[in-house]
């Protein structure tokens, strides 16, 4: 899954299936979005995960990686417009 590589510096790119969840934030302020990928129970796809800063929760099922990791990049790019720092682990953030 070459295409995960943008997704989350911890994870230069995946030569297999993602077998664990992958969590990065985004900071701005005083606020910070926590966005999870992780694999579908039935193992049918992936699921982007989106927690706002007011508490809600967003969530999106994509049937494959290509299809994941085109909306990652387009909800990354509005999140870094917007002022957002990131993708990175949250210890990381604390010391930008």
Known sequence: ????APFCPLLPGFAAPIQ???VCFF????SVIRCEVRQVDDGSGYELVIDHPDAV??????SGAEALNRRWMV???R???????GP???QHLRNQ
């Open 57 to 62: 929760a967003q969530v999106e099922r994509f």
């Open 75 to 77: 909800v990354e790019g």
């Open 88 to 90: 990175a682990p949250r």
């Open 20 to 22: 664990k969840d992958v």
């Open 1 to 4: 899954m070459p295409g995960f």
């Open 27 to 30: 900071s701005r302020a005083d």
């Open 79 to 85: 999140l870094r417009r917007q002022g957002w720092r």
